[in-house]
């Protein structure tokens, strides 16, 4: 079984340069989710889509944050000017209940670099 | 504010050695607690915790609730250099919609 697919693995912008994540979860899992991890700290959760809709982005900075999930399968997370406090690792995970507190299933991560 | 604290945060001990990762919580509407190890990039889920007290076991690795007094613990024996990672804990919780907020995580390492 394939697991959850990120790309691009790594990427360095300048400041206010767009940058786009992508992700494609295990199949089946109609649960998606984009979580940023800072460097010594845990993953913080910005937003859960299941299927197509979003039900929890309370935590995305929606100023210069976007995130869409068309057709229900794959995922963007999009940042829109970036800045330099940006940096970070974004994971996407995925899972097949639809609850937000079981077991998920996490990808590599995509290592941002703002300079 | 709802908080998940893991300690010690950082440990290192000699191969073979017995550790125990703790993890404990401040939440308002508390509904599961589960550990994740994660080496590199992708954190990867080892236990799933909701009742206290009935410890989960996997191999070399146990871990158990108690509800009461709002902590967990993750065991390891036998440590192998293979554990070295950090280890998350992470609490779900109703916060309007239901979610999983993280700890700071342990970072272990294990010596030949």
């Known amino acids: 079984e394939a697991g959850v697919v990120q790309s691009p693995r790594y990427k360095i912008i300048e400041k206010k340069q767009p940058v786009a994540f992508w992700c494609n979860p295990i199949?089946?899992?109609?649960?998606l989710y984009w979580y940023l991890q800072n460097l010594g700290q845990g993953p913080e959760l910005l937003i859960r889509?299941?299927?197509?809709?979003?039900?929890?982005d309370s935590q995305l900075p929606k100023d210069r944050f976007s995130a869409e999930r068309l057709k229900g399968v794959d995922s963007t997370l999009k940042i829109q000017p970036a800045e330099l406090g940006d940096s970070a690792v974004y994971l996407c995970?995925?899972?097949?209940?639809?609850?937000?507190?079981?077991?998920?299933?996490f990808g590599p991560g995509t290592r941002l670099t703002v300079t | 504010e709802d908080k998940v604290v893991q300690s010690p945060l950082s440990l290192v001990v000699h191969e073979g050695d017995t550790v125990t990762l703790n993890c404990s919580y401040e939440?308002?509407?508390?509904?599961?607690l589960l550990w994740y190890k994660q080496e590199k990039k992708a954190p990867t889920f080892l236990f799933m915790l909701?009742?206290?007290?009935i410890e989960k076991k996997s191999g070399r690795l146990s871990s158990i609730l108690d509800k009461k007094e709002l902590f967990s613990i993750l065991n390891i024996t036998a440590t192998q250099t293979g554990d070295s990672a950090v280890y998350l804990c992470?609490?779900?919780?109703?916060?309007?919609?239901?979610?999983?907020?993280f700890g700071q995580g342990t970072r272990l390492t294990i010596n030949p």
């Open positions: 995970a995925s899972s097949l209940g639809a609850s937000g507190i079981e077991e998920q299933y």
């Open positions: 939440v308002t509407n508390f509904r599961s």
């Open positions: 992470a609490v779900g919780i109703i916060q309007g919609a239901q979610k999983l907020v």
């Open positions: 889509y299941e299927n197509e809709e979003a039900v929890d």
């Open positions: 909701t009742s206290s007290g």
């Open positions: 199949s089946g899992h109609n649960t």
